[in-house]
T-cell receptor, first 114, second 115 residues
């Protein structure tokens, strides 16, 4: 396994701009998660994919956020009209099998909105 | 709704002493429980999990955790701490029977092992 890969590692953007993050999960992992983590807090769930289907979305995921996983492989998370409150670490994780298996996390994308 | 509480923001322990990082949870039905560790500027690394069976589970780097159903707890332990164990530790829960697939994390406990 090459691990979960996230790109970019860091992103600085001006308020109001759109940003897109990419996540490449571990090969053949059918489950993919997006989380957001702010300083001093635990990861907060954003959304979950099983293969290409988006099966769960948190209420944290406002209309400005959208995620896709075409073909059940890589995933993208887009934030439109960014706000300063969007500044955080965005974590992607993937897993294989059922809900009793662990998820493997990428190193995250740190977003700073100025 | 499922939730995790890590009552201690910070735990300090001397090298060579045993360590405990506390976690309690709330979930519908039976829980799946996980511990993760996060080093600075790194992603979360899986340490261990409880699914079913033996209440004492062993994981990576000499860590173990004890599941206590009556106290709804899943405390992380290590018999002899190392300075290199200093990191941020997260407990997480998922319901084994509910429809939610998300892992819910606690707020984390910063462990500092003093030489």
């Amino acid at each position: 396994d090459t691990g979960v890969s996230q790109d970019p590692r860091h992103k600085i953007t001006k308020r109001g701009q759109n940003v897109t993050f990419r996540c490449d999960p571990i090969s053949e992992h059918n489950r993919l998660y997006w989380y957001r983590q702010t300083l001093g807090q635990g990861p907060e769930f954003l959304t979950y994919f099983q293969n290409e289907a988006q099966l769960e979305k948190s209420r944290l995921l406002s209309d400005r956020f959208s995620a896709e996983r075409p073909k059940g492989s890589f995933s993208t998370l887009e934030i439109q009209r960014t706000e300063q409150g969007d500044s955080a670490m965005y974590l992607c994780a993937s897993g294989r099998g059922g809900s009793n298996t662990e998820a493997f996390f990428g190193q995250g994308t740190r977003l700073t909105v100025v | 709704a499922q939730s995790v509480a890590q009552p201690e923001d910070q735990v300090n322990v001397a090298e060579g002493n045993p360590l405990t990082v506390k976690c309690t949870y709330s979930v519908s039905g039976n829980p799946y429980l996980f511990w993760y560790v996060q080093y600075p500027n790194r992603g979360l690394q899986f340490l261990l999990k409880y699914i079913t069976g033996d209440n004492l589970v062993k994981g990576s780097y000499g860590f173990e955790a004890e599941f206590n159903k009556s106290q709804t707890s899943f405390h992380l332990k290590k018999p002899s701490a190392l300075v290199s164990d200093s990191a941020l530790y997260f407990c997480a829960v998922r319901s084994a029977t509910g429809s939610a697939r998300q892992l819910t994390f606690g707020s984390g406990t910063q462990l500092t092992v003093l030489p």
